[in-house]
């Protein structure tokens, strides 16, 4: 068996194609989104995915705000840019690009994110208005992850999922979003602190590997047919590479590659809660 392939960068693609007509929409009425990106050092990673985010902006007719800030900036100095943001009409939604330089104090910064700003539901009052149930920004990735099963008809429904990693961009925050009632699946959450990483995943329908450990979840340990996610990514000798090791796609009845597969569909969802929060602001 050669399992499907989740292709993250055509579903991106037709999520796109729906987003275009709905900023022109809002054109007529004369609103316009605002994505703002804060980017603090040089990461060239970071950079890449928040060139990325602009193109996405301008493909889809949303206004771009960038501000790219040096390594040595000071809280002070960010906090004072978060301010700027916060008073800016023109942005209607923006992200902090995560992890910020350690000297900075991550948490204050996003405390300062409004949640009527919050593009990608990382500040805290997105947080807890997702454990309350109520409504707000939901994250990106999570969101990517759970879209993308949705349009390959990947059921979720009392599925059984197995996360890997407990970060707060996906493992921390996906199970919140899958529990809900109207996705209904079953999930376990596993770190490295898990006694059996093994029979975790051996049990799971479908497995989310955000760990950030190359080749982590083996062939030998997924059940024929799951569904596999690829979400962490590293850096070996310079090149990119996945939690899942080769050999998975053999096992898996659908897989998500990385790249091509959850990255670009957390770009598509950070759109997408942009527009989205356009419109119910305009009523
Ligand atoms: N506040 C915040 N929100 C985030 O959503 C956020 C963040 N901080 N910090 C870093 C992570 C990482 N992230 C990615 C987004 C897109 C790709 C992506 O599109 N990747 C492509 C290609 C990547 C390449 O080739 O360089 C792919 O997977 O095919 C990857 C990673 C968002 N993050």
Redesign the pocket.
């Given at each position: 068996m050669t399992a499907t392939i989740l292709d993250?960068?055509a579903t991106k693609d037709a999520i796109f194609a729906e987003l275009t007509p709905r900023v022109a929409a809002l054109a007529e009425r004369g609103i316009t989104p605002g994505l703002g990106t804060v980017l603090v050092g040089d990461d060239p990673?970071?950079h890449?995915?928040v060139k990325?985010k602009h193109a996405d902006s301008a493909k889809v007719g949303v206004t771009s705000i960038r501000r790219d800030l040096p390594e040595n900036t000071t809280q002070a100095e960010l906090e004072k840019v978060i301010d700027e943001l916060n008073a800016d009409p023109a942005c209607t939604g923006y992200?902090?690009?995560?992890?910020l330089p350690s000297h900075l104090d991550e948490n204050a910064i996003l405390e300062r994110i409004p949640p009527e700003k919050d593009a990608?539901g990382?500040a805290p009052i997105s947080l807890g208005r997702l454990v309350l149930g109520k409504q707000g920004a939901l994250p990106?990735?999570p969101l990517g992850v759970i879209e993308l099963l949705r349009r390959y008809d990947v059921p979720l429904k009392g599925a059984n999922v197995t996360v890997v990693g407990r970060g707060i961009?996906v493992g921390r925050t996906i199970g919140l979003l899958l529990t809900r009632r109207s996705e209904n699946a079953t999930v376990t959450l596993c770190h490295t602190g898990t006694r059996d990483l093994a029979s975790e995943v051996a049990r799971a329908d479908i497995v989310v590997a955000a760990a950030g450990s190359p080749g982590l979840i083996t062939p030998e340990m997924v059940k024929p047919g799951a569904a596999v996610l690829d979400v962490g990514?590293s850096r070996v000798d310079g090149k990119?590479a996945g939690d899942v090791a080769p050999g998975v796609e053999e096992v898996a009845g659908h897989l998500s590659p990385?790249?091509?597969?959850?990255?670009?569909m957390?770009?598509a969802m950070?759109i997408s809660n942009v527009v989205e929060a356009a419109e119910r602001a305009a009523g």
């Open positions: 993250g960068k990673g970071s890449s995915y990325a992200i902090v690009q995560l992890p990608d990382l990106c990735t961009t990514v990119l990385n790249p091509g597969g959850v990255g670009p957390t770009r950070l």
